[in-house]
T-cell receptor, first 112, second 111 residues
């Protein structure tokens, strides 16, 4: 099993550009979420999904969109990149609410 | 906003010593989880303790939970250089938004 796969691992964007961070899991997990990790801030929840077709906002959703058309995939879209979105982004999945998460290896994004 | 708050923020000990990290949180929980993050890597789940449990063991790890004090501790016994990492507690309040993470404790094991 590959677990949770995130691509790309590194990305540099110019301010105003858009891009999609990919996240895929092969464990048939219903629950998926996106976090961003900034120095000294821990992990903050951006968006989450409790199943295909269902998404909701987390703590810091502004500037990001998500969709969940399949159980396996949960892409995160940056609409108009800003330097404040420079961060490390982690995708995570779990079998259901109340169980442990499996994390991807992260995408390190720099917006210049 | 952070639900869990780890203490200390950083900890440096000698190899072979025990390491203790604490986590305090504010609201009621269904479970509390501990994760490890090696530098530049994703988080790895260590242990989950439910609100009706007081102590749990996994290998060299021991986790305690005191819901009356809203606190948890992670003990790593007989530390090794490979234990050098950041450790995060995460609380599950039972809501659909899942886990809320603290800022972490950075543990350094000196050889």
């Amino acid at each position: 099993n590959a677990g949770v796969t995130q691509t790309p691992k590194f990305q540099v964007l110019k301010t105003g550009q858009s891009m999609t961070l990919q996240c895929a899991q092969d464990m048939n997990h219903e629950y998926m979420s996106w976090y961003r990790q900034d120095p000294g801030m821990g992990l903050r929840l951006i968006h989450y999904s409790v199943g295909a077709g269902i998404t909701d906002q987390g703590e810091v959703p502004n500037g990001y969109n998500v969709s969940r058309s399949t159980t396996e995939d949960f892409p995160l879209r940056l609409l108009l990149a800003a330097p404040s979105q420079t961060s490390v982004y982690f995708c995570a999945s779990s079998y259901s609410q109340g169980t442990n998460y499996t994390f991807g290896s992260g995408t390190r994004l720099t917006v210049v | 906003s952070q639900q869990g708050e780890e203490d200390p923020q950083a900890l440096s000990i000698q190899e072979g010593e025990n390491a203790t990290m604490n986590c305090s949180y504010k609201t009621s929980i269904n479970n509390l989880q501990w994760y490890r993050q090696n530098s530049g890597r994703g988080l790895v789940h260590l242990i989950l303790i439910r609100s009706n449990e007081r102590e749990k063991h996994s290998g060299r790890l021991r986790v305690t939970l005191d819901t009356s004090k809203k606190s948890s501790s992670l003990l790593i016994t007989a530390s090794r250089a490979a234990d050098t990492a950041s450790y995060f507690c995460a609380t599950d309040g039972g809501g659909a938004d899942g886990l809320t993470f603290g800022k972490g404790t950075h543990l350094i094991i000196q050889p």
